[in-house]
C-alpha cells in the first residue's frame, strides 16, 4: 500500500527559506537539539511541517519566509568565501554593507580571484544555481604570464584530466597580449575547486589575475570592488522561473547608503 506523502515542507527547507541557515546548517541545528516545534524539541530533520506549526530557532521563531531575494557582489582580492576561516583570514561576511539580512554566496571565488559573486537570502535558489544541471554559463577574464598561441589554448576547448579531476571543454578566446602577460577569455558551465588556475597550470601558464565577469544572465558591468547591487524581485523571478510565492513576505526596498547597496535593471539575455 502507497503510503500518502505528509502535508507541508521538509522542517530545513522551511528554516532556509526564512533565512536562518543554509539547509545543510538546519539540519546541523536539528541535530544539536536547538530547533523546536510547537514547543517540543526535535532531534531528526526528517519532519514535515506547515504554516499552522511553530518553529523556534536558537529561542527565535521562523516566520514567514522572505520574498527570494539576489545580489550581484564584487568580490575584491583577499576575502574568502566562507561564513568563518579557520586561519582567520577575513570574509566577505565580514566586508558586506551591514543593511544586508543573513545571505549565503552562491559557490564560491578563492582567495585570489575577485569579480562577480552572487548572493541569496534563500537556500533553494542557492543549491539551484549550483546545481551543474543548470548549465549556466561563467565567464572569466584570465591573466596568464607568458605568450600563449591559440594552439596551446586547444586542450581547454576539449576537455582536460588533471589530478585526477574531469574538466569539462571550456570556451577560450585570446584577447591579446599585454607585455609579459596575455589576457584570455574563458567560459565553462560547471565550477570545480581552482579549475582554470589548475587547467592553466597543466598547459605551463600561471594565472596571475582572474575576474568573473558574468554568472548565467547577470553581469559584473561597472559594479566596483566591494560593492553590492540588488536585483529587482520580477527580475529575480523571470530569470529563475519562480512563482510568487504564496504567503511569502516581501521585504521593504533597503534604502543605499553612500554606493553600498544599489538596484539594478533587468538583466540582458544571452
Known amino acids: 500500500m502507497t503510503q500518502n506523502t505528509p502535508p507541508g515542507d521538509r522542517i530545513a527547507k522551511v528554516i532556509a527559506r526564512a533565512g536562518f ?3 545543510r ?5 536539528i541535530l544539536q537539539g536547538r530547533v523546536s516545534v510547537n514547543g517540543k524539541a526535535i532531534d531528526s530533520p526528517a519532519l514535515n511541517v506547515t504554516a499552522s506549526d511553530k518553529i523556534v530557532v536558537n529561542g527565535k521563531v521562523v516566520g514567514t519566509p522572505d520574498e527570494p531575494r539576489l545580489w550581484l557582489y564584487h568580490k575584491p582580492v583577499g576575502l574568502v568565501t566562507t561564513t568563518k576561516d579557520e586561519q582567520g583570514r577575513p570574509t566577505i561576511f565580514d566586508k558586506l554593507p551591514e543593511e544586508l539580512p543573513r545571505v549565503m554566496s552562491v559557490g564560491r571565488l578563492d582567495l585570489n580571484s575577485e569579480g562577480l559573486l552572487l548572493l541569496t537570502n534563500d537556500g533553494g535558489i542557492k543549491r539551484r544555481l549550483e546545481l551543474p ?4 554559463l561563467r565567464k572569466y577574464r584570465v591573466r596568464v604570464k607568458g605568450q600563449p598561441t591559440d594552439q596551446q589554448l586547444e586542450p581547454l576547448r576539449k576537455g582536460l584530466k588533471v589530478d585526477g579531476d574531469s574538466f569539462q571543454p571550456m570556451i577560450v578566446s585570446l584577447d591579446r597580449q599585454q ?4 589576457w584570455l577569455t574563458v567560459g565553462l558551465r560547471e565550477g570545480k575547486n581552482r579549475e582554470i588556475r589548475r587547467a592553466m597550470a597543466d598547459l605551463g601558464l600561471t594565472v596571475n589575475r582572474l ?3 558574468s554568472y548565467g ?3 559584473l558591468g561597472q559594479l566596483k570592488p566591494g560593492e553590492v547591487e540588488e536585483l529587482r524581485r520580477k527580475v529575480v523571478r523571470d530569470q529563475l522561473g519562480l512563482d510568487e510565492a504564496p504567503g511569502a513576505k516581501a521585504s521593504k526596498p533597503q534604502k543605499p547608503k553612500g554606493n553600498s547597496v544599489r538596484r539594478r535593471p533587468r538583466p540582458k539575455r544571452g
Not at 25 to 29: G, M, P, R, T, V
Not at 133 to 136: R, Y
Not at 179 to 182: D, R, S, V
Open 217 to 219: 544572465p547577470f553581469q
Open 133 to 136: 544541471s543548470t548549465g549556466w
Open 25 to 29: 546548517e538546519a539540519e546541523q541545528l
Open 21 to 23: 541557515a543554509s539547509r
Open 211 to 213: 575576474i568573473r565577469i
Open 179 to 182: 607585455g609579459a602577460n596575455a
